[in-house]
């Protein structure tokens, strides 16, 4: 194929449109093509030692969402997801029946996109849950993401979680912030 | 005409791989825009926050510069006093500027060293840095560990400069 010096011209000029669109594309596009914003959290204790994570807690207990009781969207970069919880259990604490958990994360209408935290999904209504959660002044026990929602899946694993953190609580290391 | 057809193809070709290679040179997930980061925004914890822009600035490849009247924020400190929330500090992507919170009902009680931790941590996230988990990394000694203040340190580790590098 022979290739003459105006389409050799015409070729560059192609591939410099084509670089711009490139860039173009990566600067436009960077932040705002997904609908899912992440946002990654820094634990304020080492939430991989069950011994910290229920000494850092107000409450540990089993517990099957009701229903969805709302999310709030308060001008914060992440919004908050409200439940309706039965309390199953208590392992930690001696919550009343029906509580409602907070769970950082949801649909934000500020971003137009649901904003995650640390990848830890949503509260599944229907769902049974074993909770880590501490007390928040706004009326709700707010969830460790991703290490305070684990779902139950069968008895099985409801036995397993239950003796793990009933061991956890006997062994709990209270949360303190002077320490490493 | 068939001449011409081939031509015509490889010039969409030409244009495709240059589009194709602009948009795949910065990654995702990241506050970087253009090679540098400039922030603005607010925080209680100033000497922490210059601590981590200093620290990785040292790395050399990202410039991470406050934000002027002539360049766009691209990263918003700001302080966050949530006391039920199990985080101490927070990076959330923005279309606009992404945002570092700092949670002051965990830093009041911090030592500089730890709220140093903290803000470095951060920043390594604006940086476009994961964290880590004892199960994809052997050791808790890396400021990117997912809770900064169990590593005993607060300077960008080997580790830490390692995914730097490869990232940058």
């Given at each position: 194929m022979k290739i003459n010096k105006k389409r050799f011209l015409v070729a560059g000029l192609i591939m410099i449109l084509g670089f711009t669109a490139g860039y173009a594309g990566k600067r436009l596009?960077?932040?705002?093509?997904?609908q899912v914003v992440n946002t990654t959290a820094s634990y304020?204790?080492?939430?991989?030692d069950p011994r910290k994570l229920v000494g850092w807690a107000d409450n540990v207990f089993f517990g099957y969402v009701d229903s969805s009781a709302g999310t709030l969207?308060?001008?914060?970069?992440v919004p908050w997801s409200l439940y309706k919880v039965t309390v199953?259990?208590?392992?930690?604490g001696n919550l009343p029946e029906t509580v409602t958990v907070g769970q950082?994360?949801?649909?934000?209408v500020d971003k137009n996109a649901m904003v995650l935290l640390n990848d830890d999904a949503l509260l599944v209504p229907g769902k049974e849950y074993l909770f880590v959660t501490k007390a928040d002044a706004r009326g709700w026990h707010t969830l460790v993401p991703a290490f305070g929602d684990l779902p139950v899946a069968n008895s099985r694993e409801r036995r397993a979680l239950s003796e793990k953190f009933n061991n956890a609580h006997t062994k709990q290391i209270p949360y303190d912030p002077k320490a490493f | 005409m068939k001449d011409r057809v081939m031509n015509t193809s490889v010039l969409m070709l030409l244009f495709f791989a240059a589009a194709a290679f602009g948009s795949h040179f910065n990654p995702a997930?990241?506050?970087?825009d253009s090679g540098e980061i400039r922030w603005g925004g607010s925080t209680t914890y100033t000497d922490a926050r210059q601590w981590a822009t200093d620290k990785w600035n040292a790395l050399g490849a990202i410039s991470i510069q406050p934000d002027t009247a002539f360049t766009i924020e691209d990263l918003t400190w700001q302080d966050a006093d949530v006391c039920?929330?199990?985080?101490d500090g927070r990076w959330t992507q923005y279309i606009g500027a992404d945002t570092v919170e700092l949670n002051k009902c965990y830093l009041k009680n911090y030592t500089d060293f730890k709220r140093r931790a903290v803000a470095t941590h951060e920043l390594g996230h604006g940086l476009g840095l994961g964290d880590h988990t004892l199960s994809d990394y052997?050791?808790?000694?890396?400021?990117?560990?997912?809770?900064?203040?169990?590593?005993?340190?607060?300077t960008p580790q080997t580790h830490d400069q390692s995914d730097y590098n490869s990232l940058w």
């Open positions: 596009t960077r932040k705002d093509s997904s304020a204790f080492d939430v991989s969207n308060v001008g914060q970069p199953q259990e208590n392992i930690k950082e994360g949801g649909f934000s | 997930g990241s506050s970087v039920s929330a199990s985080w052997s050791s808790s000694s890396i400021v990117m560990y997912n809770c900064s203040t169990c590593s005993g340190v607060n």
